[in-house]
C-alpha cells in the first residue's frame, strides 16, 4: 500500500442508449454500467471518527462499508483517502475561542466550517474503518496534515491550489473516469466529485455508498454543484461487478 501525502445519470433501462461519454471508459452491459481498466473507484475517508460512536458520526455511515465492498469487487484500480489532522487544526472549532462546532469563520482561503476534534494523527479514530475489504486498493492519500488548511477534496486542499497529486497519479495509470463512494457526501465526496471533473476525468458519484451530513442545507447545495460541475449520480446497482 503507498501513502502519498498530500445529477444524475440516467440509465435508460426501456431505451438503453451507449453514448459517447461513456465509450472508452465504462461500457454499457445489460445490468448497467461496467468498470474497466481505464476506472478508478475513489474510497473516502471511511474512518472510526466518522462511523457511528466516532467524534463526527455521520448518520448511518456504516451502511456505506458493505456496498463499497460488493462494488469494489469490479475495479483493479481503488484509491482511499484518510483524513490526517494535526492536534490543534484550524478546522477544529476547539482551535478558535468562544466558537462551537459548525460554526463558521473567515480563514485566509475562504469560509470554513469548524469540526468537532477528529482524524487526529495516530489515534483509532484517524484509522480506516476494520470492516472495509479492498484488496486491490494500491493508494492512500492523506489529506487535512497542513495545520492551517483544510482539506476536504482528494484532488486539492480548500485552498485551491495545493494539489495532493492524485489527478497526476491517476493520468499516469491511464484512468479516465472514477467512482466516488464515502463520507461524507456534502464535503469531502462532493469537493472529490468536482475537482476530479476540473481536473479532466468523467465522475460518477454512487449515492447508496455514501451518506452526508447535511448541515443547513448542505446536501441539497452539495448535489446542486456537482450537477453544474458534470458529476453524474449512480447507485450501485447500476453498476456490473
Known amino acids: 500500500m503507498v501513502y502519498l501525502d498530500r445529477r444524475e445519470l440516467a440509465l435508460g433501462f426501456a431505451t438503453v442508449a451507449v453514448t459517447n461519454s461513456l465509450i472508452g471508459t465504462a461500457a454499457q452491459a445489460a445490468g448497467g454500467i461496467k468498470p474497466d ?18 467524534s463526527l458520526a455521520v448518520k448511518d455511515g456504516d451502511q ?18 484518510q483524513d490526517w489532522h494535526t492536534a490543534h487544526h484550524v478546522s477544529f472549532a476547539s482551535s478558535h475561542a468562544g466558537k462551537k462546532p459548525f460554526d463558521v469563520v473567515d480563514l485566509p482561503y475562504g469560509k470554513q466550517v469548524l469540526w468537532p476534534d477528529h482524524c487526529v494523527q495516530g489515534t483509532d479514530g484517524a484509522n480506516l ?19 492551517d488548511v483544510d482539506s476536504y477534496s482528494a484532488f486539492l486542499e480548500a485552498d485551491k491550489k495545493t494539489s495532493t497529486g492524485l489527478a497526476s497519479y491517476l493520468k499516469a495509470r491511464g484512468i479516465k473516469t472514477v467512482f466516488v463512494t464515502g463520507l461524507a457526501t456534502d464535503f469531502c465526496v462532493a469537493w ?8 479532466g476525468f468523467t465522475a460518477y458519484v454512487v449515492e447508496d455508498a455514501c451518506r452526508g451530513i447535511d448541515a443547513s442545507g448542505s446536501m441539497a447545495k452539495a448535489w446542486a ?6 458529476v453524474k449520480k449512480i447507485q450501485s446497482a447500476d453498476l456490473t461487478v
Open 37 to 54: 481498466g481505464a476506472s478508478a473507484l475513489i474510497v473516502v475517508d471511511v474512518q472510526n471518527c466518522f462511523l457511528p460512536g466516532g
Open 64 to 81: 456505506v462499508v458493505p456496498v463499497i465492498n460488493k462494488i469494489a469487487k469490479g475495479f483493479a484500480n481503488i484509491v482511499m483517502t
Open 129 to 147: 474503518s476494520k470492516n472495509l475489504e479492498l484488496p486491490t486498493a494500491q493508494l492512500i492519500i492523506r489529506k487535512g496534515f497542513h495545520n
Open 192 to 199: 472529490t466529485a468536482i475537482d476530479a471533473r476540473a481536473a
Open 225 to 230: 454543484d456537482m450537477t453544474k460541475a458534470g
